[in-house]
């Protein structure tokens, strides 16, 4: 059985364009390594947000529909927060940097590690957790944040489910994840060869089946090493009764959908061939990029999306 070795991407609906790159980039200090469109809405930009290589296991990405986007409803079959480990040294650093730029900030602990809980301008849930441990995570050398401070790609995703039982055995019958302990009602899961953003925890809840729109994640992505082991999972799914997806290329990664029985859209994708397939490293994110088959439709793409002038960081006027 192939095993999963943690979590690949998260990708979220976000409203406005500009406010939702300049909170990852500006703020956070993400790198922004990736501009392109959503290729199954081409009205829509993609953005990937990451380390300075976006690195597998630090980019989050997301689709902005503007600010006249439907409204998403958290509930059931949600992402409930994205967490993010930071140095241990770095907590006083981010709380203080996160409030005064006008970002409500809630301390806590979970599990042993300090975690500062907050929201994204569309309400999104995230977590900085004060983890222990090697990350492969690339610091940005220009970046806005000192690179002793920087975010150091995914802790972990927080999961809502009505039941529990469901979701946890496509994590450890499928992905190959494991039982790692229970704190005040959340069970967290480890995957297999544990370390870098290889942590799941679920919990419970009595809300409503949730409703997808801006301020949602979409969907979890965990990383496969390749096409050949995309092709295992998707057996796997399906021993299971759980339908998936074709492979699909997504020019930097091929990627294989399911919906797992609890109602989160669960992704798997391959490590190649990486962000630098059409940009050079030092300009990632830098211009709108569209695979091969959209280019000929370039002109009437660029003609529909909304205005944005990239990413405002400090520094550049």
Not at 44 to 58: A, I, R, S
Not at 142 to 161: E, K
Not at 271 to 283: H, K, V
Request: avoid cysteine; aromatic fraction near 10%.
């Amino acid at each position: 059985m192939p095993v999963t070795t943690g979590l690949h991407h998260v990708t979220a609906i976000a409203g406005d364009p500009q406010a939702n790159a300049d909170f990852y980039v500006g703020l956070l200090g993400l790198r922004f390594v990736k501009r392109t469109v959503n290729h199954d809405d081409t009205g829509t930009y993609h953005f990937y947000f990451g380390d300075y290589e976006g690195t597998p296991g630090t980019n989050v990405t997301f689709f902005p529909w503007t600010e006249r986007g439907r409204r998403g409803e958290f509930g059931a079959g949600q992402t409930r927060a994205i967490a993010y480990r930071i140095p241990v040294a770095a907590v006083d650093y981010w709380v203080d940097r996160l409030e005064t730029n006008g970002v409500a900030v809630e301390r806590a602990e979970r599990f042993g590690e300090p975690v500062l809980r907050f929201e994204d301008p569309d309400g999104i849930g995230l977590e900085l957790v004060a983890a222990g441990g090697e990350s492969p995570a690339v610091p940005w050398p220009d970046g806005p944040v000192p690179a002793d401070r920087q975010l150091q790609g995914f802790h972990s995703v927080t999961l809502a489910v009505e039941s529990l039982g469901p979701t946890a055995d496509v994590l450890t019958d499928v992905l190959g994840f494991e039982e790692d302990g229970t704190e005040d009602g959340r069970h967290r899961y480890r995957s297999g060869p544990g370390g870098f953003a290889a942590v799941v925890d679920l919990v419970e809840t009595d809300a409503d089946r949730g409703r997808m729109g801006v301020g949602t994640v979409h969907h979890v992505a965990f990383r496969a090493e390749s096409v050949a082991e995309l092709r295992e999972f998707r057996t796997a799914y399906h021993e299971r009764d759980i339908r998936t997806s074709d492979i699909v290329d997504r020019s930097y990664f091929h990627a294989l959908y399911a919906r797992e029985p609890g109602g989160v859209l669960f992704e798997l994708s391959t490590p190649e061939p990486g962000f630098t397939a059409d940009e050079a490293l030092a300009d990632l994110g830098s211009s709108l990029v569209l695979p091969e088959w959209l280019e000929a439709d370039r002109e009437a793409i660029e003609a529909q999306l909304p205005a944005f002038d990239g990413p405002t960081v400090p520094g550049d006027g």
